[in-house]
């Protein structure tokens, strides 16, 4: 089945520098790739997504790019506040939608004041 | 709406008892899902559902059953708890196969097994 591993672990930076985190995936015939933010304590929330069929997708701080013939996709957050503080988590489907998600281990990201 | 409830919140039980996890959505989504979080892990699936009566099995489905009689309702069963099965489970829904619409999360349920 779909492998998704993610990296870094954990990731500091200093309030206004970008952050970059990456995933790579394992099955070819994934095609659905979406980001979640998780703060402590809460409920995974969606920030972005992107489809097969599209190279980078920006949504003002925030942008994801994909390389199909890598297999391997990243999150780039510019300009970092500390609310961006959180643990994020990449995912990978096969299904075109949310449908058997399979989430890599996720990264603790740290926005220092 | 209320999204996705679930419930309880948190439960301490002890090995070898059973006990249920609801999970309720009002947003009539035809997928419904649930994960396990444990640290350093992320959310791996459990088992999933693409509509009432229909339920298949995620990355690790044993010690735990589902069933979807309804759109909006699909509980998870733990049939005999074991010490393993500690974890923050989350409940997500989401319309099916449409990319537009991400999971919806419940709040989670922080379940001990002593």
């Known amino acids: 089945g779909e492998n998704v591993e993610q990296h870094p672990s954990t990731l500091s930076v200093q309030e206004g520098d970008s952050a970059v985190i990456k995933c790579t995936y394992s099955?070819?015939?994934?095609?659905?790739f979406p980001w979640y933010k998780q703060e402590l304590g809460k409920r995974p929330q969606l920030i972005i997504d992107i489809r097969s069929n599209v190279g980078e997708k920006k949504d003002q701080r925030i942008a994801v790019t994909l390389n199909k013939t890598a297999k391997h996709f990243s999150l780039h957050i510019t300009e970092t506040q500390p609310e961006d503080s959180a643990v994020y988590f990449c995912?990978?489907?096969?299904?075109?939608?949310?449908?058997?998600?399979?989430f890599g281990k996720g990264t603790k990201l740290t926005v220092n004041p | 709406n209320a999204g996705v409830t679930q419930t309880p919140k948190f439960q301490v039980l002890k090995t070898g008892q059973s006990m249920t996890l609801q999970c309720a959505q009002d947003?009539?989504?035809?997928?419904m899902s649930w994960y396990r979080q444990d640290p350093g892990m992320g959310l791996r699936l459990i088992h999933y559902s693409v509509g009432a009566g229909i339920t298949d099995q995620g990355e690790v489905p044993n010690g735990y059953n589902v069933s979807r009689s309804t759109t909006e309702d699909f509980p998870l069963r733990l049939l005999s708890a074991a010490p393993s099965q500690t974890s923050v489970y989350f409940c997500a829904s989401s319309y099916s196969r449409d990319p537009n619409y991400g999971y919806t999360f419940g709040s989670g349920t922080r379940l001990t097994v002593v």
């Open positions: 099955d070819s015939a994934s095609n659905y």
């Open positions: 947003m009539n989504h035809e997928y």
């Open positions: 995912a990978a489907s096969k299904q075109g939608g949310s449908e058997k998600l399979v």
